[in-house]
Every structure is written in structure tokens, then in C-alpha cells.
């Protein structure tokens, strides 16, 4: 606060801002006391106000994930399709990782773990979003979450118990049995 201190007919003069102070304070108390803090230009906000935001990304992810800087220079997997639930999850995570560190994120997978609701399908995507807040501190805890819920998702391999109940239908061809056996 500038306090402009020179004599003018015998009289100090100051600045008004004091007196406009001191009138807030005695009309409205001191509001301090009640959480509010002055700021710039005499504007009271709440300490609230005054906290760090929330750094993006899914709350199940703790904040140090959320807020970890992407490496520079970092290029994310071009290659890598989207998860969806249908292939066998551990796979996929582990071609994820392998991908990412290829561009670019080695040593740190917090810039991974950050990187993956980018690469899910929107059924992931949405189960993700919908999970308790810091659940996932690391790349165990991520398998952890996923394999607990894509588990039995995942269309697995025909083994050969499986091949022997294949039986061509009436009406299909050759052609067409042997297609659908083969896969």
C-alpha cells in the first residue's frame, strides 16, 4: 500500500485505501477468521480458491500419474489398436509398454501408465473413468485393476477339445466349414 506522506497546510495525508480497509473490516468483521484472505486490489477470495487444480486424467490414477510430464521428445504408438476387451489383456499391456518405450518413455511408467486411456475403446474407457480415485500408483497396481475386470473378457483360443465338437451344418459348404474351423 503506497502511503503518500507530505505536508499539505499542516495536515499528513494518506492513501484512502486504508480508511476503505478499515471500514470493510468494521462493517463485515475480519474476514480472515472466516477463511478468506485478501488479494490483489483488495478482492477477498476463499482459501480454496487459492489450491493447485486437478491435473487431467482419470481420478483412479493418483495425482503423481496425472501430473507426470510426458518425455521430450515422446512420440505415442501409432501401431497399437485400441483395447476393447477381446484379446487376452496382459498381451496387450505389455505390447503397450514396449511401444511407448520405443517413443520415447523409458524408465518412468507413470508417462506410460498416463498415456493409456488414449488407447482404450470407449466400453474400457468409460469402466476406467468409473473406478474409486487412487487405485493405480504404479504399472503392478494398472495389471492389478485390469486383469481384475478384462480377465474373462477375452476370446481365448480353441483347444482341442473345442475342434473335435466342430461339425460341418447341413447346408454349409465345404468351403465355409472349413473357414469357420480354421478359425
Excluded at 43 to 66: C, H, K, L, T, W
Excluded at 84 to 91: A, D, M, P, Q, S
Excluded at 105 to 130: C, K, M, N, V, Y
Aim: charged fraction near 30%.
Amino acid at each position: 500500500m503506497l502511503v503518500l506522506n507530505h505536508p499539505v497546510d499542516n495536515q499528513w495525508r494518506h492513501d484512502a485505501r486504508r480508511d476503505i480497509d478499515e471500514h470493510h473490516r468494521r462493517r463485515y468483521g475480519d474476514a480472515e477468521e472466516h477463511g478468506y484472505s485478501a488479494h490483489r486490489n483488495g478482492r477477498y477470495d476463499s482459501d480454496e480458491d487459492q489450491m493447485a487444480p486437478e491435473p487431467p486424467g482419470p481420478r483412479v490414477f493418483n495425482r503423481a500419474i496425472r501430473s507426470t510430464p510426458l518425455p521430450s521428445p515422446f512420440r505415442p504408438p501409432t501401431s497399437i489398436a485400441k483395447y476393447n476387451g477381446e484379446t487376452k489383456l496382459v498381451l496387450w499391456l505389455a505390447d503397450f509398454r514396449l511401444a511407448c518405450q520405443l517413443g520415447g518413455a523409458q524408465g518412468d511408467d507413470r508417462a506410460i501408465i498416463r498415456q493409456l486411456p488414449l488407447f482404450l475403446s470407449d466400453t474400457a474407457r468409460r469402466w476406467l473413468e468409473e473406478l474409486p480415485a487412487n487405485q493405480i500408483h504404479d504399472w503392478v497396481d494398472l495389471v492389478r485393476v485390469f486383469e481384475g475386470n478384462f480377465k474373462g473378457t477375452y476370446i481365448r483360443p480353441c483347444n482341442s477339445w473345442d475342434l473335435s465338437k466342430c461339425k460341418q451344418k447341413s447346408g454349409e459348404t465345404l468351403r465355409e466349414y472349413a473357414r469357420r474351423f480354421s478359425k
